[in-house]
């Protein structure tokens, strides 16, 4: 212990032997710690009701895990680290660790310096047998005890604006004569984020009818159906008007049967908008959805979900540039589904033999080419043991045209061309709706032509490719693998006949459109 944390003690200590001797509650004698030590060592309210009860992290450790036990728990995977973490004001606890935390200090939330009622929806403080001293203060400020019992607030000023923007943009978005002219810019983009900034609030604060869960939940899944057929502009400010609604809920009591399912759509709705951010070329903004999305998945404790976030996660390195990073996020994604059929083991090894074949660039080592083949033959093997359901969700699931396109795209960067152009050619035959993948698909065959040193025909598949993509589409994602390919021919032939009528589709002249790419 450095001479710093045994002063505290100390301060603590002696707070604590007079307050007990006065006659004081252990919650009021950490009101007087914490006014005694936070200005001079930072005290937060939690650590001080530690101190009050004079115990050490251990034992709160083993009070939360015997209540855990109690309630027929799996035993919980707190520690003195996190609890230490907790009270350094580093972390904040979720949730459930918060309702156990305020039973063993018998106080609200509040008390121990976190906004919000606890999930439970009761409170935890037990009769006060203690002399009542009337020079003391209460245990809670009128504010708190307010913001506890009263019920929560109408939405917040800012949160209207945020929803506001995204509708006006949806309207835009819906009349033909102007949808042209909109583009993912600042309003928008931060409509976006302080949705998703939001949620990450509420999620650690903490009711609404099964009813309307019920159409929240068939309302998620009709967006996972619609993410290969709408525009990704217009289908993000549905997603993001409806997490908004899903938020709202959240900071409401509820029982935790339903906070459950309101958890799993906040953790679908924000994996979503990572992915239509990826389509849009915003990884940054995907990046935070998908920690949102990670944060919201954690708390219901289902692995297959927690796996199909990080799986999904693993495009945004993918796609922009971190061969390395999406590796290793598709290896968690593995770890985190486990043995449970689910979509992310076929999801995960896949992206692991995407990530390996972009490692190996152009010089495919047999041991490179042999590796990345068992991760598709797992993901294979995994994709025939899923539900049936989970076969055809585009979105939450893992499709066998899906399965067929990467599979292809893998084949593609290992240079094996001839079983690379067998497998695209049924991945395009399968693929009817969703213009960003037929894209992607024709530049792979184009690649894969190019690589067999028949330029003309690559060009020719090249050139069609992008002229069957609107302007809405033409993001990132599609101009990333463009580029490389206009790229790879003029290290070839840099005068080829047909390649200025590759680059006039390439560089053509687009109405304002957001800037953009991933699927």
Known sequence: MSGRQHRETEIARRTRAKGLAAGRTSAQIADEIHEACTTQFGTTRIKAHRLAHGIALADVIEQVRALFERDQKPMPGIG???????????????????????????????????????????????????????????????????????????????????????????????????????????????????????????????????????????????????????????????VLLEMSAVRIAMSRRQPIDLQDRLLRMAAQLSGLSGMILINLGDHRLARSFFRTGRTAADETGDRALRAWVTARESLVPLYFGDAREALQLAKKSRDLAGATPCPAQAMAPVVEARALAMLAGGDSKKEVVDQAKRALARARNAFSHMRIEDQEDMAFGYTEKQLYFYQGDVLTKLGQTIEAEVVLDQALEKYEDHILDQTLIRLDQAQCKLIDGELDEALTIGTKALQLVGDEYLTDLILRPALQLEQAIMARDADHPKLKEYQAVLYRQRQPQPKGGGA
């Open 80 to 238: 003195e680290t996190l609890l230490s973490a907790y009270e350094s004001g580093l972390k904040r606890p979720g949730p459930e660790y918060l309702h156990y935390l305020c039973t063993v200090y018998r106080v609200e939330p509040a008390a121990l310096g976190f906004d919000g009622p606890c999930i439970c929806g009761h409170g935890h403080r037990m009769p006060v047998l203690a002399v009542e001293l009337p020079e003391r203060e209460p245990m809670l400020s009128t504010k708190e005890r307010d913001m506890v019992l009263q019920p929560p607030p109408a939405p917040e000023p800012v949160t209207e604006e945020d929803e506001n923007i995204l509708r006006r943009t949806l309207l835009t978005l819906l009349n033909p004569e102007t949808a042209r002219t909109v583009e993912l810019d600042g309003p928008v983009l931060g409509a976006c984020e302080g949705i998703r900034r939001r949620m990450d609030e509420t999620l650690v604060s903490g009711t609404v009818s099964a009813a309307m869960l019920d159409q929240w939940e068939e309302a998620t899944i009709s967006f996972g159906r619609q993410y290969t057929t709408t525009a990704p502009l217009r289908l993000l400010c549905d």
